[in-house]
């Protein structure tokens, strides 16, 4: 398959004072094909939509470098860069509260892409905005209401909207469906499966819901403070994890059905996530790993090839 975007050791730390620094992601190699869609899933805090963010060029990288279709792009975005970059890489913000602008109307929120980079005149565009606002479950009236006059679900509907009215080729989705009811998440879901056949669309998507990645996915990365512990094909990765963290996490996932749910011995992870300030050498996953050995708390893995073939099986393991 043709590689449509790909970071290479791509590095964002933030300095938070003096010799302190948080490494929220750190020294990621990751491609996505065209036409793919790449799950990334990790607890809260891994960096995932830090990674998502830098990717894209919303945070300025530390270290490492993107290519969009061979083009290296550039380090710090400019005005014209985002603009030049705008119909073909677009953004799903996880939190729809604050990435909406209160004192627009959602026709002007939706239609502010075809405004900036497009020749279609105001009657085009408010016909395109009606078109979406129909495909993500909303209705065409809605046009003339502002962010605040609708729940938190429909907000990120807006949202989808108006990131997929562009037609990218690229799209990271940040926690799209985390503030859907159950039958929206479907539709939405099958909504970005159409459009990936429609419109040529390649998906990053970032997700706590481990089933639905599986589903919506055909590869998956799995992410613990700032790193990439494995990946593979979706299915692979969700029955025959490698690593295990990923072993841990999958098993944390709620079975569809309550009876055996009930009835299944209890996986919980125990701990929380640690701190992404200065960063100790070794294996991040070592304080909460049931399998931690010595060398794991003085040497950090790196990502080993398990199995080569049209899709790769990575994991960073000294397991392995």
Same mark, same amino acid.
């Given at each position: 398959?043709?590689?449509?975007?790909?970071?290479?050791? %791509?590095?964002?730390?933030?300095?938070? &004072?003096?010799? @302190?620094?948080?490494?929220?992601?750190?020294? $990621?190699? +990751? #491609?996505?094909?065209?036409?793919?869609? %790449?799950?990334?899933?990790?607890?809260? &805090?891994?960096? @995932?939509?830090?990674?998502?963010?830098?990717? $894209?060029? +919303? #945070?300025?990288?530390?270290?490492?470098?993107?290519?969009?279709?061979?083009?290296?792009?550039?380090? @710090?975005?400019?005005?014209?860069?985002?603009?030049?970059?705008?119909?073909?890489?677009?953004?799903?913000?996880?939190?729809?509260?604050?990435?909406?602008?209160?004192?627009?109307?959602?026709?002007?929120?939706?239609?502010?892409?075809?405004?900036?980079?497009?020749?279609?005149?105001?009657?085009?565009?408010?016909?395109?905005?009606?078109?979406?606002?129909?495909?993500?479950?909303?209705?065409?009236?809605?046009?003339?209401?502002?962010?605040?006059?609708?729940?938190?679900?429909?907000?990120?509907?807006?949202?989808?909207?108006?990131?997929?009215?562009?037609?990218?080729?690229?799209?990271?989705?940040?926690?799209?469906?985390?503030?859907?009811?159950?039958?929206?998440?479907?539709?939405?879901?099958?909504?970005?499966?159409?459009?990936?056949?429609?419109?040529?669309?390649?998906?990053?998507?970032?997700?706590?819901?481990?089933?639905?990645?599986?589903?919506?996915?055909?590869?998956?990365?799995?992410?613990?403070?700032?790193?990439?512990?494995?990946?593979?094909?979706?299915?692979?990765?969700?029955?025959?994890?490698?690593?295990?963290?990923?072993?841990?996490?999958?098993?944390?996932?709620?079975?569809?059905?309550?009876?055996?749910?009930?009835?299944?011995?209890?996986?919980?992870?125990?701990?929380?996530?640690?701190?992404?300030?200065?960063?100790?050498?070794?294996?991040?996953?070592?304080?909460?790993?049931?399998?931690?050995?010595?060398?794991?708390?003085?040497?950090?893995?790196?990502?080993?090839?398990?199995?080569?073939?049209?899709?790769?099986?990575?994991?960073?393991?000294?397991?392995?």
């Amino acid at each position: 398959m043709t590689m449509l975007i790909e970071a290479r050791a %791509l590095t964002k730390h933030f300095r938070i &004072g003096k010799n @302190k620094t948080v490494h929220a992601v750190d020294d $990621v190699s +990751l #491609h996505v094909d065209k036409q793919e869609i %790449l799950g990334l899933v990790g607890e809260s &805090g891994s960096g @995932k939509s830090t990674f998502g963010k830098t990717l $894209v060029g +919303l #945070h300025e990288k530390t270290s490492g470098e993107v290519l969009y279709k061979g083009e290296k792009l550039p380090s @710090k975005y400019r005005p014209k860069d985002f603009q030049k970059f705008a119909s073909s890489i677009q953004m799903i913000f996880q939190d729809p509260y604050s990435s909406l602008n209160p004192r627009m109307t959602v026709g002007e929120i939706i239609g502010e892409g075809l405004r900036l980079h497009s020749q279609l005149g105001s009657e085009q565009i408010r016909e395109s905005v009606a078109s979406w606002l129909i495909k993500v479950g909303l209705l065409p009236d809605h046009m003339s209401r502002y962010p605040h006059e609708f729940s938190g679900g429909q907000r990120q509907r807006i949202g989808i909207a108006r990131a997929l009215i562009m037609e990218p080729e690229f799209v990271v989705c940040d926690e799209p469906i985390s503030a859907l009811d159950v039958s929206v998440q479907a539709q939405v879901v099958n909504l970005l499966d159409e459009l990936k056949s429609s419109l040529g669309l390649t998906l990053l998507f970032i997700a706590h819901d481990l089933s639905m990645v599986r589903y919506v996915s055909d590869r998956m990365a799995v992410m613990y403070l700032g790193t990439l512990v494995e990946i593979g094909a979706s299915d692979e990765v969700f029955f025959d994890p490698k690593h295990p963290y990923t072993s841990l996490l999958i098993a944390s996932n709620p079975e569809p059905d309550p009876e055996s749910e009930r009835s299944r011995a209890s996986t919980t992870m125990t701990g929380e996530i640690p701190s992404a300030v200065n960063v100790k050498p070794g294996c991040r996953f070592a304080g909460r790993c049931p399998k931690v050995m010595r060398i794991c708390k003085t040497e950090s893995p790196i990502l080993k090839e398990l199995r080569k073939g049209s899709i790769q099986r990575l994991v960073a393991c000294h397991l392995y």
